[in-house]
């Protein structure tokens, strides 16, 4: 009998997070009433720390009210079990100490039967090292993991929660942020997309943004025409980017139509970039997990550096959707992929199968429990596939060539 379950959200946020946790709480209540339910808060930094709050009935009750919030109620935070230096930094545990045994004592004093991790591949898998740990020891954890990540870039899993949210919050953004696109003469915007080193949501994005732009009227007889609204580039890590080719390009744009719009994923031309800055001499500057601090880095501006001098912009803006859409609440897609998820998770964790609940790719996209061993991250976004290079084709781009 599962009498304890734990909750735990961690790395960046997602358009799923309050949902998930809804889901879970909904499920728990119809199938096991008595488990009990608690929250590590702030991830593992609240595992590290026992800091947990509990679900009392008379909050399971109303779980549905999470639906209607992004964010996570419990709270995140970009804490890795495995990085011991940047535990020790933040005071998280002292030198010399077993992060992981520092975790499953935590987990063993409260008494906690099942682990559901919310999160992207390292958060999944370091809670199977966590599970694997606890058995070398005689105490069995079932971990069951949510795979959750706006870049949509977890193996194998076809469809991350959160993703077609934070795409449809993004092309929202974008349709307020395009308007200024004749607030001065010649003006080149940047909509800079999160996903790291996955263009998926860049690419998705734009093309829920031109979807938007498919259902609108226009008036260009009073300037109210769709190539000044269009995307006139998509800029994602897959795909190389030639520069000199595409200013030339994106001139010609600029003298017809009056403006230049870009979608560029915040991962594009990255590796260029961080050459650059070692070449200077300049640190590169890093997160707990090893990643490239993007917002310092800041590709936007590096772009519009390049390209607002080649096409003659008179006026340069760059704007980053990245916060607004992956705080948003959940839409309809993602509510019922996420219904049907915490419902196989809960169902799998009374019957003790760990695993992460996904679409599995190698599977026919069957929602599954995948084995933590084959759950991996860095997926690369396809764009090969005949959607994109149509769209591509349809913005006047030519057809991407893979980045080596």
Excluded at 22 to 39: D, F, H, N, Q, W
Excluded at 53 to 71: K, T
Excluded at 157 to 171: H, I
Excluded at 350 to 371: K, P
Aim: charged share 25%; with cysteine; proline share 5%.
């Amino acid at each position: 009998m599962v009498k304890k379950v734990a909750l735990l959200t961690a790395g960046g946020f997602a358009p799923c997070l309050s949902s998930a946790i809804a889901g879970l709480v909904r499920r728990y209540t119809e199938v096991s009433p008595e488990t009990t339910i608690i929250g590590y808060r702030y991830g593992y930094e609240g595992l590290l720390k026992g800091d947990s709050i509990e679900f009392p009935p008379e909050v399971r009750a109303h779980y549905d009210r999470l639906f209607a919030f992004g964010g996570s109620p419990i709270g995140n935070s970009r804490v890795k079990l495995t990085n011991a230096a940047d535990l020790v930094r933040r005071g998280l545990m002292p030198e010399g100490a077993d992060p992981l045994k520092i975790a499953a004592d935590q987990l063993i004093a409260d008494g906690v039967d099942v682990l559901h991790t919310i999160g992207g591949d390292d958060t999944n898998t370091t809670a199977a090292d966590l599970a694997a740990f606890l058995a070398t020891n005689d105490y069995p954890l079932t971990v069951v993991g949510l795979p959750k990540t706006i870049d949509n870039d977890i193996v194998p899993v076809r469809q991350s929660l959160g993703a077609w949210t934070a795409a449809e919050q993004g092309a929202r953004f974008a349709a307020n942020i395009i308007g200024e696109h004749n607030a001065a003469p010649r003006e080149l915007i940047i909509h800079e997309v999160m996903g790291r080193n996955c263009g998926y949501l860049t690419a998705e994005t734009a093309r829920r943004y031109r979807a938007w732009l498919d259902e609108q009227e226009w008036l260009p007889e009073v300037g109210l025409k769709r190539e000044a609204w269009e995307v006139h580039a998509v800029y994602v890590p897959e795909a190389q980017i030639d520069l000199d080719a595409e200013a030339e390009r994106l001139s010609r744009v600029m003298d017809e139509v009056g403006n230049v719009t870009i979608f560029l994923s915040e991962g594009a031309g990255v590796n260029d970039i961080v050459a650059r800055l070692q070449a200077a001499g300049q640190e590169v500057p890093l997160d707990a997990f090893g990643h490239v601090q993007l917002d310092k880095v800041n590709p936007g501006e590096w772009f519009a550096k390049q390209f607002a001098p080649r096409i003659r912009a008179a006026k340069t803006m760059v704007q980053k959707s990245g916060y607004f859409s992956r705080s948003a609440k959940s839409n309809n897609e993602d509510l019922e992929l996420i219904a049907a998820t915490c419902d196989m998770a809960v169902d799998a964790a009374l019957a003790g199968n760990s695993g992460v609940v996904g679409q599995d790719e190698e599977a026919g996209d069957e929602l599954s429990v995948i084995a933590f061993p084959r759950i991996a991250g860095h997926k690369p976004f396809d764009v090969d596939q005949d959607w994109y290079r149509r769209m591509l084709s349809e913005i006047g781009q030519p057809a991407p060539v893979r980045a080596e």
